[in-house]
């Protein structure tokens, strides 16, 4: 028996290293051919869409390393995990992503097997700190990021506004934004201003920007716009209203989490105290909670227990959560 837990780590081994293989085996020769006819096509297109469109598409693969081809390739929806990074405003690529989480689930299953846990048990911890770890970091500084966002963006329209009022072109005005405002409102409408000197439309432009950072204050800012371009109008007078309406729910916001924040703080301690009890009594004696991985009684009653939690965590999220 006692050899059983290394013929485990064996498999385990051999497993990760035969997808570390196929990953870096390289794509198949019809996927490059159909990738080299494409690019020669439009390279040679006539449409002014086409080369905007393969420019950008350069721009973006010149950018990526064989690690991101490798870990993208592993993955079941790559294409979200890119727009997440993206959102975050960091360099922070595929590949690194992919490594941190390999790196973590490793560290974390052989630590937890050297203290004593079953190996399978070990790993399975630490696959899921290795997938969830990464995941709410990021979550966390898309959060983080987006907040600040949304608290400078009723100060860069109401600078659109006095560029417009001042008789400045939307584009310009957009440019002066992109250099005079700090932080990710600036980043974003430099993105914007880049994207248009290379052949990208204002529409096009800004309803990117608007998918990539999924907020409906900008979403408003974009519908706004197209609505002006379509049907005329002050501009300046609406995106001045726009900026008002965008102050008075950020107030709103911030009296609702005022509000919630006791509701709040109690279901997080409710929640984090069984699992905080089960690792400090795992500290002072590990053998005995090594019983709720062996004595199916234990076992049937902590999975029970996990699932009301669960069930208790929903509903509280769901009452202290309000939509504006």
């Not at 989480?101 to 299953?109: E, K, P, Q």
Request: hydrophobic residues 50%.
């Amino acid at each position: 028996m006692a050899i059983l837990p290394l013929i485990l780590m064996a498999l385990g081994a051999f497993a990760v290293l035969a997808l570390i293989a196929f990953a870096f085996a390289g794509p198949s020769p019809a996927r490059a051919g159909a990738r080299r006819l494409q690019l020669v096509r439009e390279r040679h297109s006539s449409s002014a869409a086409a080369v905007v469109e393969a420019r950008l598409r350069k721009i973006t693969a010149s950018r990526s390393t064989r690690m991101d081809d490798a870990v993208t390739r592993l993955l079941p929806r790559p294409a979200l995990l890119k727009k997440r990074l993206a959102m975050t405003g960091k360099t922070w690529t595929v590949g690194q992503y992919g490594m941190v989480s390999l790196g973590i689930t490793l560290i974390v299953g052989l630590l937890l097997w050297l203290k004593g846990m079953p190996l399978l048990l070990g790993l399975f911890l630490g696959l899921f700190l290795g997938l969830g770890l990464p995941h709410f970091v990021v979550g966390f500084v898309i959060k983080r990021r987006i907040g600040k966002f949304t608290a400078k963006f009723p100060d860069a329209i109401e600078l659109l506004v006095r560029g417009l009022r001042s008789g400045l072109p939307i584009s310009e005005t957009m440019t002066v934004v992109g250099n005079e405002v700090e932080g990710p409102v600036g980043e974003e409408f430099r993105a914007v201003s880049d994207k248009m000197k290379i052949g990208r439309t204002m529409d096009v432009a800004l309803q990117e920007t608007a998918d990539r950072l999924d907020t409906p204050e900008f979403q408003f800012f974009v519908i706004s716009i197209a609505i002006q371009r379509e049907t005329g109008g002050n501009l300046a007078e609406t995106l001045a209203n726009l900026a008002t309406v965008l102050r008075q729910r950020g107030q709103m916001k911030l009296k609702i989490r005022a509000m919630s924040s006791e509701s709040k703080a109690s279901a997080y301690i409710v929640g984090s105290l069984p699992f905080i009890v089960f690792i400090l009594i795992w500290m002072i004696n590990g053998e005995y909670m090594q019983n709720f991985f062996i004595d199916e009684r234990l076992m049937v009653a902590g999975i029970g227990g996990l699932i009301w939690m669960g069930l208790g965590a929903l509903i509280m999220a769901k009452m202290v959560s309000f939509e504006i």
